[in-house]
T-cell receptor, first 114, second 113 residues
Framework: AQSVTQLGSHVSVSEGALVLLRCNYS??????LFWYVQYPNQGLQLLLK??????LVKGINGFEAEFKKSETSFHLTKPSAHMSDAAEYFC????????????FGPGTSLSVIP | SAVISQKPSRDICQRGTSLTIQCQVD?????MFWYRQQPGQSLTLIAT?????????ESGFVIDKFPISRPNLTFSTLTVSNMSPEDSSIYLC??????????FGPGTRLTVT
């Protein structure tokens, strides 16, 4: 069965600094991987997804993530944090089948310090 | 991407009562999903709802507690029955996108007193 871990339940960065949110997955077969963002009092919004094309995936709002099979990682980065990036971020995994449920990581809360 | 709405957006309910949450999608979809997000926690899948068949429940969730209806390809309801304070959560519905991603509704914030 697949699983997702996110190192760091809370990350604080200064405005303008690099954002790095860590995600590691466990899967017996090559998975699909996703990052979602949840702003306060809102539902989840897809940031980006990896579906076995390019290993470096670019998403919305300047975020990107790199799939590293050897490290079973899919870390999310953004070169320069903005105050509006403060939110909860979830990494998720699903298998490449016609239907398989999505497993969400525990989430990382990102704070941006002015 | 699909646009999903949920009603109500939030509610405060007394223990022992039931609340029905509605989920409406702007396009026809085969499967709809219901998740629970307890305070400060990640998402847990409650069940998958296919139109015209019984919902499939995940381990730890039962139909008597969380009955689900799926009358057509754009609508579903989740009922939280005989509520207790432990049911206080955000309940989210979602649908599949073309690349296995999911699109989520804004959630229903439930507080049980």
């Amino acid at each position: 069965a697949q699983s997702v871990t996110q190192l760091g339940s809370h990350v604080s960065v200064s405005e303008g600094a690099l954002v790095l949110l860590r995600c590691n997955y466990s899967s017996s077969v090559p998975p699909y991987l996703f990052w979602y963002v949840q702003y306060p009092n809102q539902g989840l919004q897809l940031l980006l997804k990896y579906t076995s094309a390019a290993t470096l995936v670019k998403g919305i709002n300047g975020f990107e993530a790199e799939f590293k099979k050897s490290e079973t990682s899919f870390h999310l980065t953004k070169p320069s944090a903005h105050m509006s990036d403060a939110a909860e971020y979830f990494c998720a995994v699903t298998l490449k089948t016609s239907y398989d449920k999505v497993i969400f990581g525990p989430g990382t809360s990102l704070s941006v310090i002015p | 991407s699909a646009v999903i709405s949920q009603k109500p957006s939030r509610d405060i309910c007394q223990r022992g009562t039931s609340l029905t949450i509605q989920c409406q999608v702007d396009s026809q979809v085969t499967m709809m999903f219901w998740y629970r997000q307890q305070p400060g926690q990640s998402l847990t899948l409650i069940a998958t709802a296919n139109q015209g068949s019984e919902a499939t429940y995940e381990s730890g969730f039962v139909i008597d507690k969380f009955p689900i209806s799926r009358p057509n390809l754009t609508f579903s309801t989740l009922t939280v029955s005989n509520m207790s304070p432990e049911d206080s959560s955000i309940y989210l519905c979602s649908v599949d996108g073309p690349g296995s991603e999911q699109y989520f509704g804004p959630g229903t914030r439930l507080t049980v007193t």
